[in-house]
């Protein structure tokens, strides 16, 4: 599950492999908010850390009961982000491209002719314990009055239109809407008074790639100490599910702008993309304490996707791309074909989000 169509790439091969992502994590956003729908007392990513790791586990467990919104690991210890994806013939798909006008044109395989469908049947299982089904009327009534933004680049947006696919069924034509507002695209349950949101921001952080439509450039410049600029727009917001990575994945250093991009001369530095990265991920995570309230409000950071693109990724011949393979790589520990794993290990970002937010001062 590559988000291949915001890559500067254009093969053919990189445009087939898109076509699995938006059915893949329509898998993931349903694992993922299923949970929140039943409000249990999970562990949430950030929303909900203890500051004070010695505190004891009863209290802080109720605490986590207080909370809305919260996911990731039950009562009883089982983590709902440690499992595997398992093919399901009885309840999947959720829903059918046909009926969601809101997949883009280019994601829409089906209708493009694509044969097989075991792509729609995958569901993610935890190894601990069974998430509960799927239930939209819940969501939508979970949603109600409040604003849920997907912030970066097309792999949430992916999750975005997946979780629009989820629901809009229950919702009569005249009671929603979906608009556009440069890099905010806004769905509307009016008599829900809730909405589901999407922002384009690839590296959270202002960059020469903000432009929602045309923003595949070359030589790609991060600014530093940027994020209000994206991040005026998602105050206010109840949920938000941040991602950022493979932007950052240029294989060279990435250009830091130091000062602003109406300078004449522009101060630039070069940081490798592992600094940068962590730079981006702090600038979030002090957005988050200044702007998030962790009583009432939940915050999600969706990593990286792994990239597949190689025949010996499912065991074929070395040098032979993916073409027609249809199903995930079936291998527990891989990590992607070129992936710069040292960008995720612990040190840099999302295994230690929670070390993160406690060193971080406000
Ligand atoms: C889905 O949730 C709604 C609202 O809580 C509930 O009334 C309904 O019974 C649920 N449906 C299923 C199939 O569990
Ligand atoms: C609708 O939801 C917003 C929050 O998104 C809230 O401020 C407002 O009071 C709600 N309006 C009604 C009529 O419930
Ligand atoms: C699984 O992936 C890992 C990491 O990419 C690799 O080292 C290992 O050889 C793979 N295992 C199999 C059976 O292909």
Redesign the pocket.
């Known amino acids: 599950m590559k988000q291949s169509l915001t890559a500067s790439s254009s093969s053919s091969s990189l445009i087939r492999r898109a076509r699995l992502s938006p059915y893949l994590l329509a898998l993931l956003v349903f694992t993922v908010f299923v949970v929140i729908l039943h409000g249990e007392d999970f562990m949430c990513l950030l929303g909900q850390l203890d500051p004070s790791p010695d505190r004891p586990a009863t209290r802080t467990e109720k605490k986590w009961e207080e909370l809305p919104f919260s996911i990731g690991r039950t009562p009883e210890g089982c983590d709902l982000f440690s499992g595997r994806w398992v093919w399901d013939d009885s309840t999947r798909p959720l829903y059918e491209e046909s009926e969601c006008p809101y997949i883009q044109p280019q994601l829409t395989c089906q209708e493009h002719g694509r044969p097989d469908k075991d792509y729609q049947h995958w569901r993610w299982q935890p190894h601990g314990c069974d998430l509960p089904s799927f239930n939209a009327t819940l969501m939508l009534e979970t949603l109600r009055g409040k604003r849920m933004m997907f912030v970066g680049d097309s792999l949430n947006r992916g999750q975005y239109v997946s979780m629009v696919c989820l629901l809009h069924r229950l919702i009569p034509e005249d009671q929603k809407s979906m608009e556009t507002f440069g890099s905010l695209t806004v769905f509307t349950a009016k008599e829900y008074n809730a909405t589901i949101e999407f922002y384009w921001a690839p590296f959270l952080l202002e960059s020469n790639s903000d432009d929602a439509v045309i923003h595949r450039v070359s030589e790609r410049i991060v600014r530093r100490g940027s994020i209000n600029k994206h991040g005026k727009n998602w105050k206010g917001v109840d949920i938000i599910v941040f991602n950022t990575y493979l932007w950052w994945m240029t294989g060279l250093d990435i250009k830091i702008l130091q000062g602003s991009f109406e300078d004449e001369t522009k101060d630039i530095v070069e940081l490798s993309p592992e600094d940068a990265y962590r730079m981006a991920m702090k600038s979030m995570l002090r957005w988050v304490r200044k702007n998030m309230n962790r009583k009432n409000t939940r915050v999600f950071f969706t990593s990286m996707s792994p990239t597949h693109q190689k025949s010996i990724?499912w065991?074929g011949e070395p040098g032979r791309s993916c073409y027609s393979e249809t199903s995930p790589v079936d291998?527990?520990?891989?990590?992607?074909s070129d992936c710069r794993r040292s960008i995720m290990e612990k040190r840099c970002a999302y295994l230690n989000l929670q070390e993160a937010m406690e060193s971080i001062d406000t």
């Open positions: 990724d065991g291998n527990a520990t891989y990590w992607g």
